[in-house]
């Protein structure tokens, strides 16, 4: 699954989290782009469960969004909670 997000979808995803579609430094922005990919692969490795390399990169993708959310956690607990909130990250 080496396929790349639309820059159509991009610029939707930092509009919506980021604050603005060039917007693509902020960390909200980032998080929900990580989540974005996480749900895609999640999704491909459903029905390719031998695809070590994808495994691979969902294993880092979630280990960076995780890397994000800590940093995000110490910064600014109220964008963390609204968040993790709108993107459904917790159960």
Known sequence: MATYLPKEKMEEIFAEYGGGKSNTGSVEGQVALFTYRIQGLSEHL??????????????????????????LAKKDITKYRALIEKLKIRK
């Open 46 to 71: 459903k029905s390719n469960h031998k695809d070590h390399s994808s495994r691979r990169t969902l294993l880092g993708l979630v280990g960076k969004r995780k890397r994000l959310l800590g940093y």
